[in-house]
């Protein structure tokens, strides 16, 4: 079982509409939680942390997360053509005093004109 | 931009080879993570450093090493290059070693190994 797994996609929805991109992981200890948005060819921007179940909104953007059942998700509302990119949601356990990050393979989101 | 900073932009090695890839961290982090992207996947984790120490390690082997400076910038070395070490290397700075702490990516070196 991977340790981050996200529907690789793609995800296609229609300009004005809302994406929904859901992960789950696999560590029960995981504290933090993090949406990524990668551009083909450039680094990751962060979009969204998160640290406690519920929602959290900035913008646009929601993120959800639910460590009972170990899961987080991102809705895009109101989608546009410029938020056509891959998402990647990160899980940091921050295990042995370090926080490096487990990261999922990516959904691919393209939003049509 | 983040302000993470990393060169070079592009580098093609052979098989067998070193190289060094170099990240200079935001101002005021002491934190330095490195991914390897290869394509189509999300970053792996290879080593963290923290105020000059190595802080953890992903699963890659020991021709990947690593150090950081005083200043916090910090270098990654891969000997005995091999195909598949061929990805966009990710250098991730964030503020202080804890848990809720942010990693801020800088632009990627992308390598290919012939």
């Known amino acids: 079982q991977k340790e981050v797994e996200q529907n690789s996609g793609p995800l296609s929805v229609p300009e004005g509409a809302i994406a929904s991109l859901n992960c789950t992981y696999s560590?029960?200890?995981?504290?933090?939680f993090f949406w990524y948005r990668q551009y083909s060819g450039k680094s990751p921007e962060l979009i969204m942390s998160i640290y406690s179940n519920g929602d959290k909104e900035d913008g646009r953007f929601t993120a959800q997360l639910n460590k009972a059942s170990q899961y987080v998700s991102l809705l895009i509302r109101d989608s546009q053509p410029s938020d056509s990119a891959t998402y990647l949601c990160?899980?940091?356990?921050?295990?042995?005093?370090?926080?490096?990050?487990?990261f999922g393979a990516g959904t691919r989101l393209t939003v049509k004109p | 931009e983040t302000g993470v900073t990393q060169s070079p932009t592009h580098l093609i090695k052979t098989r067998g080879q070193q190289v060094t890839l170099r990240c200079s961290s935001q101002?005021?982090?002491?934190?330095v993570s490195w991914y390897q992207q290869a394509l189509g996947q999300g970053p792996q984790f290879i080593f963290q450093?923290?105020?000059?120490?190595?802080?953890g390690r992903g699963n890659f082997p020991p021709r990947f090493s690593g150090l950081q400076f005083p200043n916090y910038s910090s270098e990654l070395n891969v000997n005995a290059l091999e195909l598949d070490d061929s990805a966009l290397y990710l250098c991730?700075?964030?503020?202080?070693?804890?848990?809720?702490?942010?990693?801020?990516f800088g632009p990627g070196t992308r390598l290919l190994v012939l």
């Open positions: 450093y923290y105020r000059e120490e190595e802080n």
């Open positions: 991730a700075s964030s503020p202080r070693l804890a848990q809720q702490e942010t990693q801020y």
């Open positions: 560590d029960r200890v995981s504290q933090s």
């Open positions: 101002s005021g982090h002491n934190t």
């Open positions: 990160a899980v940091n356990s921050f295990n042995h005093n370090n926080n490096d990050m487990r």
